[in-house]
């Protein structure tokens, strides 16, 4: 968003870090990144706005995903899945610092 007075540029910029930091906290990594790609997209298209009333809407639409996102992400927590292969990190039988298993793998029907 093109924003002429710097206290606006502030607050805009504020919020999208928001928004990145929230996606982040997914549990499931399709939606960090579908977090994250909608994040920047949405900022994208709307950068030449240089309306105010226009940039005041946009401010509280992103106002309301981030509250959504914050709901979403304290609900996907709950959910916890093995990471998968694109993350990378650890897979397999992986213990943690303390020797408890982090994630292992299935070993099929005994």
Same mark, same amino acid.
């Given at each position: 968003?093109?924003?002429?007075?710097?206290?606006?540029?502030?607050?805009?910029?504020?919020?999208?870090?928001?928004?990145? +930091? /929230?996606?982040?906290?997914?549990?499931?990594? !399709?939606?960090?990144?579908? @977090?994250? +790609?909608?994040?920047?997209? @949405?900022?994208?298209?709307?950068? !030449?706005?240089?309306?105010?009333?226009?940039?005041?809407?946009?401010?509280?639409?992103?106002?309301?995903? $981030?509250?959504? $996102?914050?709901?979403?992400?304290?609900?996907?927590?709950?959910?916890?899945?093995?990471?998968?292969?694109?993350?990378?990190?650890?897979?397999?039988?992986?213990?943690?610092?303390?020797?408890?298993?982090?994630? /292992?793998?299935?070993?099929?029907?005994?």
């Amino acid at each position: 968003m093109s924003v002429a007075r710097p206290e606006s540029a502030q607050k805009v910029l504020s919020l999208y870090r928001q928004l990145l +930091r /929230q996606g982040n906290q997914f549990a499931a990594y !399709n939606f960090r990144e579908y @977090a994250k +790609r909608r994040t920047r997209d @949405a900022f994208h298209e709307n950068k !030449n706005v240089e309306d105010p009333r226009r940039i005041q809407e946009l401010m509280q639409k992103g106002l309301k995903e $981030l509250q959504m $996102l914050k709901r979403q992400t304290i609900i996907s927590q709950f959910y916890q899945q093995d990471r998968l292969v694109v993350e990378g990190g650890l897979s397999g039988k992986d213990t943690g610092n303390h020797g408890e298993t982090l994630r /292992q793998k299935d070993t099929g029907w005994d």
